[in-house]
């Protein structure tokens, strides 16, 4: 049983990946909609358990009457029918209900309703742009990731929990109330109109407050974790108090709104105290006032008793449960800001699959400012033959890095295209170009994972003497065969720590390479690819590297030029525009910039 209901709705769906809208309503209709039968199957379980609740109130007070009115020696043969059915009732009917409706909940609902909103926006967001990333905290994005499930989870969870307290409680309380005497049901409705302005008056000042602690919260772990993430730089530069005093500013915001929030709710509980205590002395003074002229049974007076006390300590629960709900609404509403962002770079619309059979590039006419007027590149063009090499020379902010990321595809091109083997990159997904092309980056970052997965990244289906044989090509046996996490776990099966931070630099690059000679794409792009090496490792590599460009379409970025003077042509930018092109002999012969960058280099480095 706990297993159908827990399958009921798969958490981990394949649907398209698509935008969340906008609209808040839309906006949590998008996640709700796979579970909506279940909700509607709660909804009537909930109601169905109340009704019966109520119901036991009434006949309890039929019962005292019954005992008042009857006699002893005849009352179960007048009354045993009854007494049995209410006991079936009781007995049987309520729990059975109450299986089904905590099956639907809990098995149902509220883990897979959070884990599938989860699952969801992270499908979305990993299809973001690299600006998407860079403009915020990562730590803060999966905060909203986290918030915002748990909060459409509990604002829809809630909001069924609520539709039923008013649909059957008080409608079927006020029912009960003017059928023994419709003077008991005034207490009853002067409460109800003083309750709802006690939450129109605070759960708007609660939804308020909410949104605000929401941001200050996914702010101050923002903060925290990007002081974990980076806290080698904490250490080097001996930063301890200034990211202590970073991370308290976050913290006193955040302390802030919950001080507000707290005041709010002492309020608001004085409040709900007195009104219920009213609600109370009211009704039994009322009805034994009534009683004493004769107009009200003693078995009514302990049904609205019973009721009234039943109906103070839900209307606690139901105010504080639309607390939450608001408070809900408040985390959705910010979650969704940062969530249904639209995708800045995504695949058009029936877009194709990359086929690369040559490996030909061209830029043709390509501009691309970074959303300014001007700068970085500006009609460019430069033509990449089928297995050339190419390596890119120029100082630091030349626009190198910018052309490989648009060849990437990580922006969109303001003017121009790219195409690779006559096919646009803006025509196709953005999966199949970049499964055609493997990249080495001079800041090589891991995935906190095993060494054997961080290899076969690019293959995820390699076999173990495939990645073996990689990580032997790239030099990194002999170190990988020596490592050893603190769970214990050796070699390939060792964890390398947050973005690789257990290994040296030049081992990480190694890590690096071997995973491009396992993905064995037909591009390759090397950024500074030995500039973490040693010169003794880098030249044990250098062969393997000359191998791995073999028959491929190379482009090579370095600032180290005896790395790529080998390469078939060089292309020197300055400002986004190429100055100077031709090998490295012809490049030298012309005496001007990379003649001079040639001359300047010493130990490795370029002077900008």
């Not at 030249?539 to 090579?556: F, N, P, R, S, Y």
Request: net charge neutral; aromatic share 8%; with cysteine.
């Amino acid at each position: 049983m706990f297993d159908f209901f827990e399958r009921v709705v798969p958490p981990f769906s394949q649907d398209q990946v698509e935008r969340p809208p906008q609209a808040l309503s839309k906006f949590v209709w998008h996640y709700t909609k796979p579970f909506r039968f279940l909700l509607v199957a709660l909804l009537l379980t909930s109601a169905t358990i109340a009704a019966i609740e109520v119901y036991m109130f009434s006949a309890i007070g039929e019962i005292i009457d019954w005992t008042q009115t009857s006699d002893p020696s005849t009352f179960f043969d007048v009354h045993g029918a009854t007494l049995i059915k209410i006991s079936l009732l009781i007995i049987i009917c309520w729990p059975a209900l109450t299986f089904i409706d905590s099956c639907i909940e809990h098995q149902g609902l509220l883990g897979n309703f959070a884990m599938q909103i989860r699952w969801r926006s992270h499908r979305y967001l990993l299809r973001q742009s690299s600006v998407f990333f860079a403009n915020d905290f990562s730590g803060r994005i999966a905060t909203k990731v986290m918030q915002t499930a748990l909060s459409i989870r509990d604002s829809i969870v809630s909001l069924n929990g609520l539709v039923v307290y008013v649909a059957v409680y008080f409608s079927s309380s006020i029912i009960i109330f003017f059928n023994n005497d419709w003077r008991l049901a005034v207490p009853l409705l002067v409460w109800l109109a003083s309750y709802l302005l006690v939450m129109r008056f605070f759960l708007p000042k609660l939804k308020k407050v909410s949104t605000q602690q929401s941001d200050a919260r996914s702010v101050m772990t923002g903060r925290v974790v990007d002081a974990y993430t980076n806290i080698q730089t904490v250490k080097m530069f001996s930063s301890n108090e200034a990211e202590e005093l970073y991370a308290k500013e976050s913290m006193q915001t955040m302390l802030e709104s919950v001080y507000i929030q707290m005041r709010l709710v002492t309020k608001l509980n004085v409040t709900l105290v007195s009104i219920n205590a009213l609600l109370i002395c009211s009704t039994l003074g009322l009805g034994i006032w009534l009683w004493s002229g004769s107009s009200l049974t003693a078995g009514a007076i302990a049904v609205s008793g019973a009721l009234t006390l039943r109906l103070q300590a839900m209307s606690q629960w139901f105010i504080w449960e639309l607390a939450r709900l608001f408070e809900a609404i408040g985390t959705t509403q910010d979650g969704l800001n940062t969530i249904a962002q639209e995708t800045a770079v995504k695949d058009e619309k029936g877009a194709t699959t990359l086929k690369v059979t040559c490996g030909d590039i061209s830029f043709n006419k390509v501009s691309f400012h970074y959303g300014k007027n001007s700068g970085v590149i500006e009609n460019f063009d430069l033509s990449i033959k089928s297995g050339e090499r190419v390596g890119l020379v120029g100082a630091s902010g030349a626009g190198k890095s910018t052309l490989v990321n648009l060849l990437l595809r990580l922006y969109d091109l303001e003017d121009g295209s790219i195409v690779i083997d006559n096919q646009n990159i803006s025509k196709v997904s953005q999966d199949s170009l970049r499964q055609n092309i493997a990249m080495v980056t001079q800041d090589t970052s891991l995935l906190h994972r095993t060494i054997r997965e961080n290899i076969a990244y690019g293959k995820p289906e390699a076999t173990e003497q495939e990645i073996l044989s990689a990580a032997k090509l790239a030099k990194a046996d002999d170190f990988i065969h020596q490592l050893e996490d603190n769970e214990g776990n050796i070699g390939l099966d060792a964890k390398v720590g947050e973005r690789g931070v257990k290994l040296s630099g030049g081992q990480r690059q190694r890590i690096a390479i071997a995973r491009v000679i396992l993905k064995n794409a037909p591009i390759l792009i090397l950024d500074e690819a030995t500039s973490a090496l040693d010169s003794e490792v880098e030249a044990a590599i250098q062969e393997q590297l000359e191998d791995l460009m073999h028959g491929k379409t190379v482009l090579a970025i370095a600032h180290r030029l005896s790395t790529i003077a080998k390469m078939d042509k060089l292309i020197v930018l300055n400002k986004g525009k190429i100055v100077e092109s031709g090998t490295h002999q012809q490049l030298l012969e012309m005496n001007g910039v990379y003649a001079r960058f040639w001359e300047r280099q010493s130990g490795g480095f370029i002077s900008d």
